[in-house]
């Protein structure tokens, strides 16, 4: 299998200089950065917040990396360590070295980083595919994390039927002059695309190479053997997945999941209901028996 990677010098330079004008754009000052070995390569990671406490671990969804967290970092931050990563195979700071064939790989690899990073007790807060990554690793590596929380998460429920219609044409709305964007990100539900600095450095990833698996649907038995509390925030008008399908799916299986649907929210939960979102992460769940 092959790896994730810009098709050619050139494209990998012009990345790279979108990707540090975002970051020190977007990100505090006060952060630290880690770059860990793992046996899938360098994964880029940038720590804020105190030094105690239980720490949340923030994965970005696919195409997407650390910095799309940026308007979450200095709230969640007064309370928490905050480790915002930049996913192995995703267009970023992290350079894979090695294929990520399937959920355990990818598992494996946030295991790796969590290990060599010392961190235990951990909330996992993954958005789409970052929430799908972040459930394998419960599923593989059950010791190593205290609470999810996934955000419109893949791996739930099967596709929609017109998802990757919506994911092509978010992309060519960020690429339609500035004053139309705020009509297209009405009419496609995807807010996403009016955030200019990110938008900015997906146009600049045009030319990676993005070669990570897709996220499969979790079987019964995985969603039986969710232990760990976990709150499944799903948007009502997501183009992930039918959201009330997938709330009863939980329901049915995972009684000890907290599932809340935000009305009128769509996949780009964390840029249609922010406020939501983040009073999602810090919100202790409710106890749950059994």
Known sequence: MRISEFKNGKAEARYRTAYERALTRLLPDDRTTHDVPTGYGTTRAYQLGPATGQPIVLLPGSGGNALMWHAYLAPLAERHPVLAVDTVGEPGASVQSAPVKDGRDAADWLEELLAALDVTGAHLVGCS????????????????TARLTLVDSAGLADLAKGFYRWIILGGLAALAPRPLRPSLARKLGNSAILDEELMSLLRASTGFRRRLPLATTL?????????TPTLALLGERSALHDAAGTAERLHRLAPGVTVRTV????????????????????????????
């Open 129 to 144: 595919y970052g929430g799908w990554i972040a459930l394998h690793h419960r599923l593989r590596h059950p010791g190593r």
């Open 219 to 227: 079987t019964d038995e995985d969603l039986r053997s969710l232990s």
């Open 263 to 290: 009305p009128g929210a769509g996949h780009s939960l964390t840029t249609d209901a922010p406020q939501d979102v983040l009073e999602a992460i810090l919100t202790p769940l409710p106890h749950r028996a059994g």
